[in-house]
């Protein structure tokens, strides 16, 4: 099948195969604790003998360790809490079990695999936002196996505590499913969830807490990432020996477009074009890859980063397909996290019955479990992780059958730096999970939270650990906690309002204003840019224009208009240096690590062609400025060193700010973060530095360990960035190396040769 993708083109955009071999699995006898009623139950699904990793796991959690198995898609990790967890429920018939799921969705998913296993005396339970009060009660009273999700956990059940407590006192296993998941400011959020859980089991008077048993995906140090989560010793299993088909893996390189001397990136900031597009978009590219495959009978899913991406890649598929064979393109459809449920199991369903054949996707969480054993994979622009990119095509391959992935490289410095090294692909380990439960702005409002539940006292503060002590006084300075001889009490009548999705605040609804229907929803930290006043919107491939976004009420009035251009809108940002955390000295060159505040407003968008990119005008708009305190990395240079490493005074703002884009567009290599997750401003002089300086900063209140994961990988950082920059094949800077889609000066201006000289400069100084 790849041969006749690659024949298709004219120079061979393949720049890596990587074959990865069929698995045979490695069965190993069922644990001897595990009931024949158990053993029956699995047979009746098809499941006669457990694979070893997944005996190994379900060892250790029945024998009370807190355990963390992270293998690979579909490799079976719930049978190893299912089986413990399952065979504790039959030998103490009052303990109970809570399964925690990322989604809704995936909730569900479990809830009808255990409920198949027909257990006696289980009564398995979805409790989650859709849950009817009737229903609630029942479930608290009767369930011995409630699913729910992380959100309900934080809203709903802890604040209840009391009618939870018969359940709590006999909790004997917490499931934390997809846990990989709980990164940056999210997974701060939960750890603290799961404290407060812990605390109140040690409340109704549980001994030693329940045990914790955790999947993730395959990812850097499991170990590690799980005792952060849930604050307790877990180990870690992570030898995956299911079965598995064979794959090929190609790494693709859309072409260079032929010259046009009409966008040499020499234009002006907001009037010519900015981005010196040399190469064919990999929307565009993907989507003549889906439709390709779908025309010979291939069932295929195409996942695409944006939300916008999804739309336009199935809607060009499907234009092309109809061209060949009218009717063609209806079995290309789009599914992406915004639609609604019902929307998103029909497709799925059509795609597993092969009604349809082919699917752009925006985020493999979303899709439910059942939909695996697909005949390729095609990964439009690295997913920001090797653990999600596994994930991702994990979800092709049927036994006995050769499957294909394709990852499709965007016009982007990391994406290039990773098909031209496939090392950095298939060589390297996944990288870690990075959480960090002592933000501040995550542990204080988690301590209001605990403290609204039931008082504080000191001991607790060592299970919230590191900084709990001073987040307590501070909430007591204003007001929000008194303190007692007996602990810290909550002093208002109603709940503190905690969002664990991070700052970004209620969705925002779009709604079609002729009709009043909802489209779907955009998280609050993205509507400026996705849903101000002009935007153009994709729904299902239809297009829509916004009328007006109020902020207010979390709503975007739309209406169905089709224009042929695209809209991206621009911010500005200024930066100062709060306080420095840590530093390392180099001679001429400084490398820091501190908080920072960012004042940052999106103040204009572009209108640009659909077909050639081309842009129309800027548009100024009026929405607030957002104020962000967070950590940055940054790094400062002596103006002699800049001198001596042969850059120009002139040219040093270049210099730098081609260094920061490219390092911003690099450090998902270190830290699991995306490009959107991180900010950067860099400047000739900074007046808190008071030398030329480059700054990257996590983009959410109080940091999310991205910036710090960076200062301490920052040799390893640094140098990627550089041969990403040196490699590219483009003369002066292209969106491959140095140019930024989001850059608000208008990538402007950009030197790549003084680029690589700065951060020669700044690696020959910079201890390994
Ligand atoms: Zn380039
Ligand atoms: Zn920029």
Not at 323 to 352: I, Q
Not at 635 to 660: C, I, K, M, Q, R
Request: hydrophobic share 40%.
């Amino acid at each position: 099948m790849l041969h006749r993708l690659r024949q298709r083109q004219p120079a061979d955009p393949v720049t890596h195969v990587e074959r990865v071999p069929p698995r045979v699995g490695e069965p190993a006898p069922w644990p001897s604790w595990a009931p024949a009623e158990l053993r029956a139950a699995y047979a009746r699904r098809g499941v006669s003998t457990p694979w070893r990793h997944q005996a190994e796991a379900a060892d250790l959690a029945y024998d009370r360790r807190h355990v963390v198995v992270a293998t690979g898609t579909a490799s079976g990790k719930s049978l190893a809490y299912q089986l413990p967890a399952l065979a504790t429920l039959l030998a103490d018939p009052r303990a109970t079990v809570l399964y925690l799921a990322p989604t809704k969705a995936l909730a569900a998913d479990q809830l009808r695999a255990v409920a198949a296993l027909e257990v006696e005396g289980v009564r398995p339970a979805c409790y989650d936002g859709d849950t009817s009060r009737a229903e609630r009660e029942w479930i608290r009273r009767h369930s011995r196996f409630v699913l729910t999700n992380p959100d309900m956990l934080h809203h709903g059940i802890l604040p209840g505590h009391a009618q939870w407590s018969g359940f709590l006192r006999r909790l004997a296993y917490v499931v934390v499913d997809e846990c990989h998941v709980y990164r940056g400011v999210f997974g701060s959020h939960v750890a603290h969830v799961l404290r407060r859980l812990r605390r109140q089991c040690a409340r109704y008077g549980r001994n030693n807490g329940p045990t914790f048993v955790l999947a993730s995906a395959t990812s850097g140090d499991p170990a590690t990432a799980a005792g952060r989560l849930t604050g307790l010793p877990v180990s870690a299993v992570t030898e995956d020996t299911s079965p598995r088909a064979g794959v090929t893996f190609a790494l693709w390189e859309p072409p260079l477009l032929p010259p046009d001397p009409s966008t040499d990136g020499s234009g002006e900031p907001g009037a010519g074009p900015e981005l010196n597009q040399v190469r064919r978009s990999a929307l565009r590219e993907t989507a003549d890859l889906l439709a390709d495959t779908v025309a010979t009978g291939v069932r295929t899913l195409a996942f695409v980063r944006s939300r916008r991406g999804a739309e336009v890649v199935a809607a060009s598929a499907r234009r092309s397909l109809d061209e060949a064979v009218p009717g063609l393109g209806d079995r290309v459809a789009a599914y992406r996290a915004g639609y609604l449920r019902e929307e998103r199991r029909e497709l799925e369903r059509a795609l597993l019955h092969g009604d349809l054949l082919g699917l752009a996707s925006t985020n493999a969480l979303e899709l439910g479990v059942d939909l695996i054993g697909l005949d390729a994979v095609v990964i439009c622009g690295y997913p920001g992780t090797r653990a999600s990119l596994w994930q991702q095509a994990g979800r092709a391959g049927r036994s006995g059958q050769e499957a294909l992935a394709v990852l499709v490289a965007r016009d982007d410095p990391l994406d290039t730096y990773l098909v031209h090294h496939p090392e950095a692909v298939f060589g390297a380990p996944v990288e870690a999970t990075v959480l960090d439960p002592a933000n501040a702005y995550v542990l204080g409002p988690q301590l209001a939270c605990a403290a609204a539940e039931a008082p504080l006292t000191a001991a607790d503060l060592k299970l919230f650990g590191d900084g709990a002590e001073e987040a307590v006084a501070a909430l007591v300075e204003v007001g929000a906690l008194r303190q007692r001889p007996t602990g810290w009490y909550w002093r208002h009548r109603e709940r503190p309002e905690v969002d664990l999705r991070g700052e970004g605040g209620a969705p925002v609804c779009v709604v079609e204003s002729a009709t009043g229907r909802l489209l779907g929803t955009v998280d609050g930290g993205s509507a400026h840019f996705l849903l101000h006043p002009g935007a153009v919107y994709l729904h299902q491939g239809v297009s829509y224009v916004v009328d007006a976004l109020d902020l207010d009420d979390g709503c975007a009035l739309v209406h169905h208009e089709e224009p042929d251009w695209s809209t991206h809108a621009r911010d500005v940002t200024s930066l100062s240096v709060v306080s420095v955390r840590s530093y390392v000295d180099a001679g001429p060159v400084g490398l820091f690590l501190g908080e920072v505040d960012v004042t940052s407003q999106v103040v204009s968008y572009q209108r640009r062609r659909i077909a050639t990119g081309e842009v129309i005008d800027t548009r100024p708009l009026d929405l607030p400025a957002r104020e962000l305190r967070t950590v940055a990395v940054w790094f400062t240079l002596s103006p002699e060193s800049l001198v001596g490493a042969g850059v120009e005074p002139a040219d040093v703002p270049g210099a730098l700010h081609a260094a920061e884009h490219a390092a911003i567009g690099l450090l998902p290599l270190v830290a699991t973060c995306d490009r959107w997750d991180i900010g950067g401003l860099s400047t000739a002089v900074h007046p808190d530095t008071e030398a030329p300086t480059v700054f990257v900063y996590d983009g959410h209140p109080g940091g999310a360990g991205f910036a710090e994961r960076a200062y301490g990988m920052a040799a390893s950082w640094l140098r990627a960035t550089r041969d990403a920059i040196a490699e590219c094949g483009c003369e002066a800077g292209c969106p491959s190396c140095v140019q930024s889609p989001k850059c608000g000066n208008g990538n402007s201006p950009l030197s790549k040769p003084d680029a690589i000289r700065v951060l020669d400069a700044v690696l020959t100084n910079l201890p390994k």
